[in-house]
């Protein structure tokens, strides 16, 4: 696991595609924005342990699933 350290502002590119950007951090929370393509589902840890959205994801069906995700677009 590569572990980072970002200030609000600051951004992670993962590949050509992806880009998390660190939007707020407020005590032990963190807003993070995530700038994908639609093709690539976005799932938050403890929903990816669901049975529902292990199916979504099977499935492919990215639209149920993107709406769980704040996307930032600059």
């Known amino acids: 696991?590569?572990?980072?350290?970002?200030?609000?502002?600051?951004?992670?590119?993962?590949g050509n595609d992806i880009v998390l950007t660190i939007?707020?951090?407020q005590g032990?929370?963190?807003?993070?924005?995530?700038d994908a393509p639609d093709n690539i589902p976005i799932v938050r840890g403890e929903l990816a342990r669901n049975s529902?959205?292990?199916k979504l994801l099977a499935d492919e069906n990215p639209i149920?699933?993107?709406?769980?995700?704040?996307?930032?677009?600059?």
Not at 64 to 73: D, L
Request: aromatic share 0%; hydrophobic share 40%; proline share 0%.
């Open 1 to 14: 696991m590569l572990v980072l350290t970002r200030k609000v502002g600051e951004q992670i590119r993962i």
């Open 28 to 34: 032990s929370k963190v807003r993070v924005g995530v």
């Open 52 to 54: 529902t959205t292990e």
């Open 64 to 74: 149920a699933i993107r709406m769980t995700v704040t996307h930032h677009h600059n």
């Open 23 to 25: 939007l707020e951090v």
